[in-house]
Each structure stands twice: as C-alpha cells, then as structure tokens.
C-alpha cells in the first residue's frame, strides 16, 4: 500500500516538475517568413510599426523575477532589442539566456519626454559605471520593443 | 417525487459532501497557497530561482589583446568553472558577458577590474507550483481551476449549514466572523 501511495506521489510530482521544463514555444508561434535582422529593423523602426516581423538573436537578457521580458542581441555589435510581454502572458526561463530566440510580433515604439530620457540615460549609464552629464541631454528620444504573439527558444 | 426528495437528509448530504469536497481540495489548496505566498512576495525574492552572485578583483591588464575564447577561460579560471559556453556577448566595450551551459553566467567589468559569477538555481518544485497558480499551462488546467474555484464557493456556502445551535450561523459570533471576511477585503479597497 505505502510503495502505491509512493509511486502515485511520485507521478503527481513528477508531472508538475515535467511541465515547468518542457515549454520552449511560447505563444502562437514564429513566422519566419517575416525575419528582420535586428540591425535592420533598428535603422529605420518607424517603417516597420505597422507590420508583424520576427526576429532572431541569442538572448543576453531575462526578467529574473516576472520573465515579462528578454533581450536579444542584434547582429550589431553592442545593439540589442527587448521584448516584452504582460506579465504572465509569456513567461521566459532565466536559464534561456545564452541561447538562441525567434520573436513574431509587433514592434512598439516608447517615446518619453526630456525629463524620462535623462533618466532614462542617468540609469543606462550608471550600470555601463559611465559618468553622465544630464545637460548633455538635449532631445527627447524613443525606444522600440517587440511585443510578441510568438516566441521560440532554441536549444 | 416530492415524497424522496422530503426523504433526503440534506443537513447529512450536506455535511458529507463537504468534507468529501474538502478532502479532494487539500491538494489543491496547498498548491495554491504556497505558491500565493511565493508570487505574493516577489518584489522581495526570485519564487522561481535561487541566484547567487560573487565578485571577484582580477588582474586583466592583458586581457584586451586577447580573444573572445581566450578571456572567458581566464574567465572560467577566476572561478575554478568547467561549464560549457553556450554564447558570449559584448554589452558595451567594457562589459563582457559569458552565457554558461546550465544557465549560470560570468560577467567582466572592464573598468572595476572584477569578473562577476551568477549562479543560477531552479526552485524546482515551487517553479512548477507557481505555473500552475499563474495558470501558464493554459488548456485543461483552466477548467480545473474553475472547478477547484467552483468547489471552494461550494466549501464556504455549504459551511453555513454544517452546524446547528449555539455555533450556528445566525449567532452573533458567526455573524462578526462572516462580517470580517467582507469588511477586510472593502477596507483594503478603500485603502487603495
């Protein structure tokens, strides 16, 4: 009786730890026929925020707490491009970082104005251990994030 | 007709029925509250990964005249490390981050002099509850979910007819205790 209670324990358990590992498509799935380098796709961001694209990169960056975002990096050096999902929607393994992703989705255009940019920048420059001079700061900028319908962890 | 359904003993029928219901939601009550607890505090603790950070001071006056390859075994050699590389990736030209084969990463900041190891480990089991409470298998779980959600309003209502007498619900002190379940969750509403 108890090696039943044992092995249906064991099942039950096992199923639960299976689920948390297996998932490596998130979403609907990814569209290759709309693939975009990054560095293309960055260039001119604004002829592309009408069409669904997808993109492909080694993922350098992950949500620790939500898995609500990841960054791929371009085939541009020091170039990367987030994608961010609801919270819970989509939700990115921490341990996906290094490899490889696809993302279909909808490139979304963040702009802020001069005061958001300067902290914006503040903060990107304190963790590059950059100095920063806020006056420097002139122009009010807008960031790009792929909101994705689809995405593909490649192992 | 009317006749058996005057011959039921619903106060019976109803206390077995809950503690049968009650019985088959422990499980599911655990899963719940546990990972609720875990998810409840997030902004405090990683509920899904134990990540351990360690930095070190390192002489890398060289390292520059270096490859890629080369820097992350002086790298790896910092921390004693043996992990596959699966990526490498410039962040800017002074930060150099290394992608490890079970998800652990090695970081150099150029301008500190310091190669920064995260480890990273899976809350297997508390991983896998927070899925289920966060609904991320979709699909049959749904319906469970709403089943389970179905069961517990069943658990609260039929309580109200488990007990006869001077703990009966009409009683003041049911009554304070009922009120209470209300009145907290308006407060905090009112609150926000």
Known sequence: ?155 | MIKWFKSINWYRLNRNLHRDIGYFCIGFSIIFAVSGIAVNHIADWNPNYAVERQTKQVDDSDWLTLDDQQIIQRMQSSFDLTQAVKSSFWQNKNQFEVFLDDGDTLFWDRRQHQVSYQDIEPRVILQALNKLHLNETRNAWVYFSDLFAGMLIFLALSALFMVKGKHGPAKPKSIVLMSLGVFIPAFFLFLS
């Open chain 1, 1 to 155: 009786m108890k090696t039943k209670q044992f092995i249906a324990a064991a099942i039950l358990l096992g199923s639960l730890v299976g689920t948390s590992q297996a998932a490596t498509d998130f979403g609907e799935g990814v569209n290759r026929d709309y693939l975009v380098p990054v560095s293309i796709l960055m260039a001119s961001p604004e002829d592309y925020l009408e069409n669904a694209v997808t993109i492909e990169g080694t993922i350098v960056g992950v949500c620790e707490h939500r898995g609500c975002w990841m960054t791929i990096a371009s085939d541009k050096r020091f170039q990367t491009l987030r994608i961010k999902v609801k919270d819970g929607e989509m939700v990115f393994p921490l341990t996906a970082r290094g490899k490889k992703a696809l993302a279909t989705g909808q490139l979304q255009a963040l702009r802020y104005d001069l005061e958001q940019t300067r902290e914006i920048k503040a903060h990107y420059a304190k963790e590059a251990g950059e100095a920063f001079d806020a006056a420097s700061v002139t122009e009010p900028m807008t960031m790009y994030q792929l909101v994705p319908t689809g995405v593909s962890i490649l192992d």
